[in-house]
C-alpha cells in the first residue's frame, strides 16, 4: 500500500493550529507556555535579525579609521625610501627595515616600515604620517570599511540566532520537566483512584 504524501500546506495548517492558543482540553498549560514561547522566538529573529544586522553595520562602520578620517586628522602619505634590503620572511612575516623620507618642510626623517618580500635598498615605498610626521599603520580604504562592515552584520545574524536557540532550549527543558511532573502526577492520581472506583467482577 503506497504512503499518501501529506501535502505542505497540511503541514503548516498543523503547525499554525499547534501555535495558535484555544481551549483544547488535550493542551496542558505547558503546552500553551512552550507553543507561546516558540512563537515569541520567531517573531524575535523576524524582527531582531534586521534590526541587529543594521546597528552592527553602523558601528562597525563608525568605527572603522578610514583614508578619509586620516587625511580629516591631518595624515598624509609619503614616498619613502628603503634604506637596506628586506630579508626573506621569517615564520611567514615580513621583517620592518629601516626608510627615509622628507617631510613637507623639508626635514628629513627616519623610521622602520613593513617592506615587501625581497626588496632592495634604494625601492620606493609609499608609507601614511601622522600629523606629527611619524609613521603611522595603512588605514582602511572606504570600500575596506564597507566590507568588514559587512560581514559583521552577517555574522550578527547567525549570532543572534544561536542565541535565541540557546534561549529556546532553556525553556523547552524547563517546560519539558513541568510536563514530566504533570504526567506523573496524573499517573500517580489514576493509579490511587483506579482500583477504589472499579467496579466488583461476577
Do not use: K
Amino acid at each position: 500500500m503506497r504512503q499518501q504524501r501529506v501535502p505542505r500546506t497540511g503541514r503548516v495548517a498543523r503547525v499554525a493550529r499547534w501555535l495558535w492558543p484555544d481551549h483544547n482540553p488535550l493542551r496542558r498549560a505547558c503546552d500553551r507556555a512552550e507553543a507561546g514561547i516558540v512563537a515569541l522566538l520567531v517573531g524575535a529573529f523576524l524582527i531582531g535579525a534586521p534590526a541587529i544586522a543594521l546597528i552592527t553595520w553602523r558601528l562597525t562602520l563608525n568605527s572603522s579609521f578610514t583614508t578619509a578620517d586620516a587625511v580629516h586628522h591631518g595624515w598624509r602619505q609619503v614616498s619613502a625610501v628603503q634604506q637596506a634590503d628586506e630579508p626573506d620572511w621569517i615564520d611567514g612575516y615580513a621583517s620592518p627595515v629601516p626608510v627615509r623620507w622628507t617631510a613637507p618642510g623639508g626635514v628629513q626623517h627616519t623610521g622602520q616600515f613593513l617592506a615587501s618580500p625581497g626588496a632592495r635598498a634604494g625601492t620606493r615605498i609609499t608609507a601614511w604620517t601622522n600629523a606629527s610626521g611619524h609613521l603611522t599603520e595603512t588605514p582602511m580604504s572606504p570600500r575596506q570599511a564597507l566590507t568588514q562592515a559587512a560581514l559583521a552584520a552577517a555574522f550578527a545574524v547567525p549570532i543572534w540566532a544561536l542565541t535565541l536557540l540557546c534561549a529556546g532550549m532553556l525553556c523547552h527543558h524547563i517546560v519539558d520537566r513541568r510536563r514530566l511532573s504533570a504526567w506523573e502526577a496524573d499517573w500517580r492520581t489514576s493509579n490511587l483512584s483506579g482500583p477504589a472506583g472499579a467496579s466488583p467482577g461476577r
